[in-house]
């Protein structure tokens, strides 16, 4: 396949460099073995680009981010640029990417493979087999909403302020992502809020109730109050197909997730806008952050990060061979007894990025050689 898709890769900051390195190889490979090339830009986002331009996303590297067909990001932040004015630090980055790219659906999965339901914290019947969507709102909520900040009331008193707020088409847009996505799996979405206590989640309660009728008969809705959710993520999580919910409450009930699959190593995203110019914005990372305890020391965990050009591969380009042989070779690798040190258990082979990095190519070469 000619080069015709570009993929603008953001390393970011600690393991981010260190884990798109990883893809990297892989992305060779396939052009390599399977003819598939993609035109590979690199920028800068997040500390490392503030290091540069002073600020954490330059005007320039989101205009190539608009450009590309699709984005790839390893993580941004660290203790360096912790002292930072708040417009500067590297999350801020992040945030505006994903605001000015339009991204407002976050999709995350929680699948656990097989090999890691041990892994997990929870007991193994609890997760194995687990396959869940949550698909979070990204570019509205309390993250945006104005007005914010912290004033000062004078005498040593402060106040410090946020907005929760929603409006329809932001909720129906969202919710629409995640119905059409029951639909190619189990058909059932469970839309989550605190319509009980906040008047923007009454709102959004009474949207997706209205989108589902009107549009999608066919997918089962339910509801449910967030710290129910929480509970219920940790006691049944099977009982989910696709979750959808806030900007705020999503952030929180993914990392939830995260460690139902064993860990944070292991859990892609993807972000996506809507549909201009037959084009879908897309911006691929991984869930965890830049792991400064472990930044530089060749231990992070590069599957969460191969898995999120996997779902680069499914959604942006429709290549869902590809995506799965990246599967394949991940399910392959972890039955074979390699793992990273989050992902660590007795009797397993404890090993670094590199040599897990050396393995996945391998496991590819096998798999292809097979095929
Ligand atoms: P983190 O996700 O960076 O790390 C949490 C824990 O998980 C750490 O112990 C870390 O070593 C471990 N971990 C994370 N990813 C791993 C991987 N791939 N392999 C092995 N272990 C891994 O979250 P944090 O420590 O709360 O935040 C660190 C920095 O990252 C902060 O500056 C934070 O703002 C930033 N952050 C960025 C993103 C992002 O870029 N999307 C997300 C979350 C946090």
Not at 108 to 118: G, S, T
Not at 226 to 240: C, E, G, T, Y
């Amino acid at each position: 396949m000619a080069a015709n898709k570009t993929l603008l890769m953001l390393p970011g900051d600690g393991i981010g460099p260190e884990v798109m390195a990883v893809v990297k190889r892989v992305i060779e490979w396939f052009a390599r073995r399977r003819a598939l090339r993609f035109e590979v830009e690199e920028g800068l986002i997040g500390g490392a680009s503030y290091d540069v331009h002073g600020t954490p996303l330059a005007d320039e590297t989101l205009e190539r981010a608009r450009a590309a067909d699709a984005v790839l990001l390893g993580a941004v932040g660290g203790p360096k640029w912790d002292g930072l004015e708040f417009s500067r630090k590297p999350e801020r980055g992040l945030l505006r990417i994903r605001k000015e790219m339009g991204l407002f659906a976050n999709l995350r999965p929680a699948v656990v493979f097989p090999a890691l339901a041990e892994a997990s914290t929870l007991k193994t019947e609890i997760v194995s087999g687990l396959d869940i969507m949550i698909v979070r709102e990204l570019t509205g909520g309390i993250y945006f909403g104005e007005p914010r900040g912290i004033e000062d009331l004078g005498g040593g008193e402060r106040r410090g302020f946020n907005t929760l707020v929603y409006t329809t088409s932001e909720i129906r847009r969202v919710g629409r992502v995640a119905f059409e996505l029951a639909r190619k799996r189990q058909g059932r979405v469970c839309s989550i809020d605190k319509a009980n206590v906040l008047e923007a989640t009454v709102l959004w309660r009474e949207e997706m109730a209205r989108l589902g009728a009107e549009e999608f008969p066919d997918v089962a809705l339910s509801h449910m109050y967030v710290d129910n959710a929480a509970m219920q993520l940790v006691r049944d999580p099977k009982q989910f197909d696709v979750i959808v919910t806030t900007n705020m409450f999503g952030d929180i009930l993914s990392d939830c997730a995260a460690m139902l699959t064993g860990s944070l190593g292991m859990l892609p995203s993807a972000s996506l806008g809507a549909e201009q110019d037959g084009r879908i914005p897309a911006l691929y990372e991984p869930v965890h952050g830049s792991a400064p305890d472990i930044a530089g020391r060749d231990l992070a965990n590069p599957l969460a990060s191969l898995l999120s050009f996997g779902m680069m591969l499914r959604y942006s380009f429709d290549l869902q061979a590809e995506a799965d042989l990246i599967d394949a070779a991940i399910s392959n690798i972890l039955a074979s007894g390699l793992r990273t040190a989050d992902i660590m258990q007795p009797g397993k082979a404890k090993v670094s990025t590199s040599v897990m990095s050396d393995a996945l190519i391998r496991e590819l070469d096998k798999l292809a050689a097979k095929a």
